[in-house]
């Protein structure tokens, strides 16, 4: 059974720093590329940052870029988003997905986990 299960979300002041985790199961994690989404309310998922399935590869959405890190542990099957410097405009439910690296491009999505930045 395919899973993938964020954790880390929560209330932070304005500034402060949190630490997403994903953690996969039920397919061949480093085998899939893996990104992280997030969806405000009212408004569309979009793409926060990617990493490549070797984790040699990484791009951002420019209104994250210095300010969040993606990263990978294939052994332990669990990709990361370090973010920092968090303003309101952050707040969102945050998703994993992973999407297959081969022809099929399959694609699992996380239940996702809310984050809140407010003073």
């Known amino acids: 059974q395919v899973q993938l299960v964020e954790s880390g979300g929560g209330l932070v002041q304005p500034g402060g720093s949190l630490r997403l985790s994903c953690a996969a199961s039920g397919f061949t994690f480093s085998s899939f590329a893996m990104s992280w989404y997030r969806q405000a309310p009212g408004k569309e998922r979009v793409l926060v940052a990617a990493?490549?399935?070797?984790?040699?590869?990484?791009d951002y959405a420019d209104s994250v870029k210095g300010r969040f890190t993606i990263s990978r542990d294939n052994a332990k099957s669990t990709v990361y988003l370090q973010m920092n410097s968090l303003k309101p405009e952050d707040t969102a439910v945050y998703y994993c997905k992973a999407r297959s690296v081969f022809a099929d491009r399959r694609s699992y999505w996380g239940q996702g986990t809310q984050v809140t930045v407010s003073s």
């Open positions: 990493i490549a399935a070797a984790g040699d590869a990484s």
